[in-house]
């Protein structure tokens, strides 16, 4: 399949049409594809991958193969997503999290959609003018999505290597009251840093949250890849949902879906979380935005949303990409790349190319450099999210985010080739 080119890259003229550009990941696959990789994906190591790997894990579950289509799947689902579905995600976060507690969430808290994405471009259409916040680094498709609605204003707040990514909850207060923000958008654990906020820390948040009236707008796509846990059996699972004390009134959205923490990435299925008032906007959003989510797709989504299934799964993923973890942390502190801190979650190390000899001492010069011996990683300017490129001073430009979505043997040969690219310029 063919990517498809912007204005600029035809150089047409068409009237009206302004250039949209390319999210990082989708550049740089771009540029990969122009050199081979959608043809030899099989010689390529691709470490900038923003999934995980999709094929059996040793203990957990059995991968779904097939599917049924029985002639009722083939019409529209509506637009929040179907029922049962809508009430199996409510149940699910009710075991997980919520167990106990007096407020609890139903079909009515949750609205279905076509991906993580159309998830958090339903929510920013739904917004009113405010002043949103938003973490530097963070998620590469934050940038176009806080850039493209006029609405709101998206107000940047810095964390960096001194603080290990994290902010203190002072800080936060200050920001929340001192910047006026009535939104905060996050991921957690954070893409790329792979920092986490959990526990108290997280309850306060929530805490701070419901006192300033400040919504939180939670990615928790990453959310089941958690290191920080005791026993590694544990399947350690973590969500602002646990620490909410009336789902229909306190202002956190939570935003989940298939892609990562049940490793079906091409199903297209995510979940929004919330009040009902609020959920009810989002889905409004999604008739005119993308339309709502796969029919089939829901229908098989429902089983995967066991509890014991989701334990199981979790449990899995957590002993592999643990061991995949301290592998590539490994390797890339004896090739010289700097690690500010260990990711406490996802599959990303954000590395710091500083040490090693020019040009590869630049993110976007090394993935050049490393498209040449077919490895693929994602230059760590690209998550300096800077919507509508108010700021001209672009910031990590010596940073690189490495992926430990793929496989072993694949972490494998890409850290070799980056071995041998390293070996080369020095």
């Not at 990941?25 to 999709?54: D, K, T």
């Not at 399947?235 to 935003?255: G, N």
């Not at 989940?256 to 995510?270: A, C, E, F, M």
């Amino acid at each position: 399949m063919t990517t498809p080119l912007t204005l600029r890259d035809t150089g047409a003229d068409v009237p009206g049409f302004r250039t949209v550009p390319r999210t990082g990941v989708i550049y740089v696959m771009h540029r990969a594809e122009e050199l081979g990789f959608a043809l030899h994906r099989e010689q390529w190591s691709n470490l900038g991958q923003g999934a995980p790997e999709c094929g059996p894990l040793p203990g957990a579950p059995p991968r779904r193969e097939q599917i049924l289509l029985p002639p009722s799947h083939h019409e529209y689902a509506p637009i929040g997503g179907i029922r049962s579905l809508r009430e199996r995600v409510a149940e699910f976060y009710n075991a997980i999290y919520r167990r106990g507690k007096r407020s609890q969430y139903t079909a009515e808290n949750v609205s279905i959609a076509p991906g993580g994405r159309a998830a958090m471009t339903r929510l920013a259409a739904a917004l009113g003018e405010i002043n949103m916040g938003h973490f530097i680094p963070d998620y590469t498709a934050y940038e176009e999505l806080l850039g493209s609605f006029k609405g709101f204003v998206p107000i940047p707040i810095l964390v960096g290597a001194r603080s290990d990514y994290r902010i203190s909850i002072d800080e936060l207060r200050r920001e929340l009251v001192g910047r006026g923000l009535s939104a905060l958008l996050c991921s957690n654990p954070c893409n790329p840093t792979g920092q986490l906020v959990e526990g108290p820390d997280l309850e306060q948040w929530v805490d701070l949250a419901r006192e300033c009236r400040s919504t939180l707008i939670l990615d928790e796509f990453y959310s089941h890849y958690v290191y920080t846990g005791a026993d590694p059996a544990d399947a350690k699972m973590v969500s602002a949902a646990e620490y909410i004390e009336d789902v229909d009134r306190d202002p956190i959205l939570i935003v989940d879906g298939l892609t990562k923490n049940w490793r079906y990435p091409g199903w297209r299925i995510s979940w929004t979380l919330g009040p009902r008032d609020v959920i009810a906007q989002a889905t409004s959003a999604g008739s005119y935005l993308d339309g709502g989510a796969n029919h089939p797709f829901q229908r098989e989504a429902l089983a995967l949303l066991d509890p014991d299934f989701a334990r199981r799964e979790t449990r899995a993923i957590q002993t592999e990409f643990r061991a995949k973890r301290e592998y590539m942390l490994g390797r890339l502190r004896d090739l010289d790349v700097e690690i500010d801190v260990e990711p406490q979650g996802a599959f990303y190390v954000w590395g710091n190319l500083r040490r090693l000899p020019p040009p590869l001492d630049d993110g976007m010069r090394f993935l050049e450099a490393g498209l040449e011996e077919k490895v693929i990683t994602v230059p760590g300017t690209f998550f300096d999210v800077n919507p509508g490129k108010r700021r001209a001073h672009s910031r990590y430009q010596s940073y690189s985010r490495f992926s430990f979505g793929p496989s072993l043997p694949e972490l494998e040969r890409g850290l070799d080739a980056i071995a041998r690219l390293i070996a080369r310029h020095r």
